[in-house]
């Protein structure tokens, strides 16, 4: 993937996410977003980077093809940001089942004390 691909680039060149940051015009938090596979660098970023870390666009891509034209970058790079889309949009449709189960375990969980809680009562006034 792309992010594996600048991060060991990155390191391969021996450069540190701040020093790439520097050099690209770009935050560390960014470099860091990259390399996490968060989001990908638009197409002039790209470029850039090739040239800081001395290989190809094709090479950083890593899309086993040597010679792509410059204006495909953007289309491919959309189509990156759209999968990236993608696997947030399910990663956060997951969270959000696990965060209704651990809600309704909850409340299941309180109920269930507070029906003990109620016969525990009910038999000591007895």
Do not use: H
Request: glycine share 4%; charged share 25%; net charge positive.
């Amino acid at each position: 993937m792309v992010n594996e691909n600048i991060k060991a680039l990155r390191k391969k060149k021996g450069l540190t996410q701040e020093q790439l940051a520097g050099k690209l015009f770009v935050t560390r938090q960014t470099v860091s977003k990259w390399e996490k596979g968060d989001s990908v660098p638009n197409a002039d970023i790209v470029s850039k980077m090739a040239s800081v870390l001395d290989v190809s666009v094709s090479d950083l891509l890593d899309l086993g093809i040597k010679d792509i034209p410059s204006e495909d970058y953007s289309k491919l790079l959309a189509v990156l940001n759209e999968e990236l889309a993608d696997k947030n949009s399910y990663r956060k449709k997951i969270m959000k089942i696990i965060k209704t189960v651990l809600i309704l375990l909850g409340i299941g969980f309180a109920a269930l004390i507070a029906y003990i809680l109620f016969w525990m009562f009910i038999a000591a006034t007895m």
